[in-house]
T-cell receptor, first 113, second 113 residues
Framework: KQEVTQIPAALSVPEGENLVLNCSFT??????LQWFRQDPGKGLTSLLL?????REQTSGRLNASLDKSSGRSTLYIAASQPGDSATYLC????????????FGDGTTLTVKP | DGGITQSPKYLFRKEGQNVTLSCEQN?????MYWYRQDPGQGLRLIYY???????QKGDIAEGYSVSREKKESFPLTVTSAQKNPTAFYLC????????????FGQGTRLTVV
C-alpha cells in the first residue's frame, strides 16, 4: 500500500527566504507526482506535475524534483512572499490499481511580512 | 471558462437524510473522482470513474453512492449509512485516468446538524 508523508507539517518563514518542502513515498511504481496548493476552505490548485520519467519541473519561482529510487520529491520555493502562505499537498499516482492517487497530509506554510 | 463546478458550497444535513453533492466539468475529461478531506489531513478517495457509465469504489466508499450517466457530471450521494459525514468534499477530473494532470473543484462543506 502506498504511503505518502510530508514533513514538516507546518513551516513559518520570513518573507524573501528560499524554502524546501518535502514529500516521501513508499512505493516507487508511480505514473506521476503532482504538487498542489490549497487555501483555507478552498479546492486544490495544481502547481506542478512530474511524470515518472522526469527529474524536475519548473514554473516561475517553483521547482519540483523527483527521485523515484529514493521515494522522494521536493518543492523548492524561491524568494517566498506572504501570498505563498497556504497548505501544500503532494499526490502520487500509481501505475497499478487503476492509477489511483495517494495524498500526503500537507505542509502548512506561513510567510511572514 | 473551462473548469469543474461543485455545488452547493455549503450543505447542512439532518441525521438520517440522504444528500447529493453536484460536480460538473466542461473540460471534456474522461476520468472523475470524489475525495473526502478531514481537518488537517490529506484527501481520501471515495469513488472514481474512468469513463462514462463506469465507476469504482475508492478507499472509503461505505455510505456513499455515485452515478456517471453523462461525461460531464459525477454526482455523489451521502447516504444515512455514512456514520460520520461531516467533512469537506472535493471533486476532481483528469483527461485520462493514468498519467494526466488532475484538476479540482472548489469543494462542498457538508455539516450534519
Amino acid at each position: 500500500k502506498q504511503e505518502v508523508t510530508q514533513i514538516p507539517a507546518a513551516l513559518s518563514v520570513p518573507e524573501g527566504e528560499n524554502l524546501v518542502l518535502n514529500c516521501s513515498f513508499t512505493d516507487s511504481a508511480i505514473y506521476n507526482l503532482q504538487w498542489f496548493r490549497q487555501d483555507p476552505g478552498k479546492g486544490l490548485t495544481s502547481l506542478l506535475l512530474i511524470q515518472s520519467s522526469q527529474r524536475e519541473q519548473t514554473s516561475g519561482r517553483l521547482n519540483a524534483s523527483l527521485d523515484k529510487s529514493s521515494g522522494r520529491s521536493t518543492l523548492y520555493i524561491a524568494a517566498s512572499q506572504p501570498g505563498d502562505s497556504a497548505t501544500y499537498l503532494c499526490a502520487v499516482r500509481r501505475n497499478t490499481n487503476a492509477g489511483k492517487s495517494t495524498f500526503g497530509d500537507g505542509t502548512t506554510l506561513t510567510v511572514k511580512p | 471558462d473551462g473548469g469543474i463546478t461543485q455545488s452547493p458550497k455549503y450543505l447542512f444535513r439532518k441525521e438520517g437524510q440522504n444528500v447529493t453533492l453536484s460536480c460538473e466539468q466542461n473540460l471534456n475529461h474522461d476520468a472523475m473522482y470524489w475525495y473526502r478531506q478531514d481537518p488537517g489531513q490529506g484527501l481520501r478517495l471515495i469513488y472514481y470513474s474512468q469513463i462514462v457509465n463506469d465507476f469504482q469504489k475508492g478507499d472509503i466508499a461505505e455510505g456513499y453512492s455515485v452515478s456517471r450517466e453523462k461525461k460531464e457530471s459525477f454526482p455523489l450521494t451521502v447516504t444515512s449509512a455514512q456514520k460520520n459525514p461531516t467533512a469537506f468534499y472535493l471533486c476532481a477530473s483528469s483527461l485520462k485516468w493514468d498519467n494526466t494532470e488532475a484538476f479540482f473543484g472548489q469543494g462542498t462543506r457538508l455539516t450534519v446538524v
